[in-house]
């Protein structure tokens, strides 16, 4: 499965959109972004995926770049409860186990 | 999607002892997989929990120290045998496809003294 490199730590602003880059060079075809996020002493959760186009669910968009090495995962209105660890992991979905990366440490300030 | 629990929530433990760990989902589900987070680290996976068979460990784990219980289709456990400080964590249980999404439980915080 292909690697991923995200920024170690990021702030935004309360009420501010906070987008989160990652990076996935060696990307291959068949291959999935997804995004969790861990908020602290609890789970992972899920929070969006793609293959190619752009995404949007009622947390976050996901938008992958033409080429597919790279996306950005936007939380539009982020709150100080969007605080949080976020994981991109790319996977093919081919019953391998996923990769966890150390991620991007999301502070929403107020 | 199924809710999934664990119990207990954290322990603190002496070492060379053990500790059993629970994972409840709310419904019936394929696939359960346990984790572990050192402190300051990200997620390892350490077994696929199999329904009436042995689990499937991954390079570094081994059976004697994590034993795995998988007894039906809404429930795991997960001993920690012969604890150590190292084995200080938190230890996470999930269910869903391997690759697909996974949803996890709130995760045991286990300290060993």
């Known amino acids: 499965d292909a690697k991923t490199t995200q920024p170690p730590s990021m702030d935004c602003a309360e009420g501010r959109a906070a987008n989160l880059p990652c990076n996935h060079s060696?990307?291959?075809?068949?291959?999935?972004v997804y995004w969790y996020r861990q908020i602290h002493s609890q789970g992972p959760q899920y929070i969006i995926h793609?293959?190619?186009?752009?995404e949007t669910n009622e947390m976050a968009s996901l938008i992958i770049t033409e080429d597919r090495k790279s996306s950005t995962l936007i939380l539009p209105h982020a709150t100080l409860r969007d605080t949080a660890v976020y994981y991109c992991?790319?996977?093919?979905?081919?019953?391998?186990?996923?990769?966890w990366g150390l991620g991007t440490s999301l502070a929403v300030n107020p | 999607s199924a809710v999934i629990s664990q119990k207990p929530s954290r322990d603190i433990c002496q070492r060379g002892t053990s500790l059993t760990i629970q994972c409840q989902v709310d419904?019936?589900?394929?696939?359960m997989f346990w984790y572990r987070q050192q402190p300051g680290q990200s997620l390892t996976l350490i077994a696929t929990?199999?329904?009436?068979?042995?689990?499937?460990?991954e390079s570094g784990f081994v059976i004697d120290k994590f034993p795995i219980s998988r007894p039906n289709l809404t429930f795991s456990t997960l001993t920690v045998s012969n604890m150590s400080p190292e084995d200080s964590s938190i230890y996470l249980c999930?269910?869903?496809?391997?690759?697909?999404?996974?949803?996890f439980g709130p995760g045991t915080r286990l300290l060993v003294l």
């Open positions: 793609g293959l190619k186009n752009n």
């Open positions: 929990a199999n329904q009436g068979s042995e689990a499937t460990y």
């Open positions: 992991i790319v996977y093919a979905g081919n019953n391998r186990k996923l990769i």
């Open positions: 419904s019936q589900v394929t696939m």
């Open positions: 060696t990307i291959s075809g068949n291959e999935y």
């Open positions: 999930s269910w869903g496809s391997l690759g697909e999404t996974q949803y």
